[in-house]
């Protein structure tokens, strides 16, 4: 049952073009105002990216949206996904309601600890998350059917595309100044990347963990 916040948050999704009922339902349904502060949560179902602290975002609700269901496209109920950037665990629990396990990594050891907590109170225990360099990924859980970064890369990571399954398919922002969401799709060795739209992500950070 929708609250009266997740119904209108569902109808302007609609109108910005999400057709996936399952994803529409999986974002509308979270309590939202969980993943930020409490002096944001009078903010938490407006439809953009807030503050979590540490330099990080709650990415805006059409972007959670538009990704996931570009990630879901052609097989929607993946047995396993992995997620770099953990962040708040919104996305991570959208993901969560629509695939047999997700992955996620978070080199900021504060939110990988509360997003865990978040997903335990939301009874989501289909998720294994890690503290970690996200531009590695997961090796030992690879390979992965599906990926979602959700962080800016300077240039697309090669292990991550190491770590796709055949068949696969990553969800990525390439870009500094000027960043533009990429969809890759792997056939064997081959990769066909497809530029998606302009973002704004905060920056994919390499190496040293906090």
């Known amino acids: 049952m929708l609250t009266l916040a997740g119904q209108r ?20 349904c979270l309590p939202r105002e969980q993943f930020v502060d409490e002096a944001m949560a009078h903010q938490a179902w407006d439809n953009s990216a807030l503050p979590i602290g540490f330099g990080q975002t709650i ?8 990704m996931t269901e570009v990630l879901l496209a052609q097989n929607p109920r993946p047995k396993r ?12 629990a959208v993901l969560a309601q629509l695939v047999e396990q997700v992955c996620t990594i978070e080199r900021i050891k504060s939110l990988q600890y509360q997003a865990r907590r978040r997903l335990q109170r939301l009874d989501l225990y289909n998720v294994a998350t890690k503290h970690g360099d996200g531009w590695q990924g997961w090796a030992s859980k690879a390979p992965f059917d599906a990926i979602m970064v959700t962080a ?21 922002p390439v870009g500094q100044a000027q960043q533009s969401l990429w969809l890759y799709q792997r056939h064997g060795d081959q990769f066909i990347r497809t530029e998606l739209e302009p973002v704004r992500f905060v920056p994919l950070v390499k190496g040293d963990l906090e």
């Open 9 to 28: 948050l569902y109808s302007l999704l609609q109108q910005q073009g999400i057709t996936s009922e399952a994803v529409l339902q999986a974002i509308a």
């Open 59 to 66: 990415s805006q609700p059409y972007i959670v949206a538009r």
């Open 81 to 92: 996904v992995l997620e770099v950037g953990t962040g708040s665990g919104f996305q991570t």
């Open 152 to 172: 800016a890369a300077q240039e697309t990571p090669q292990a991550l595309l190491s770590q796709l399954a055949d068949g696969g398919r990553m969800v990525i």
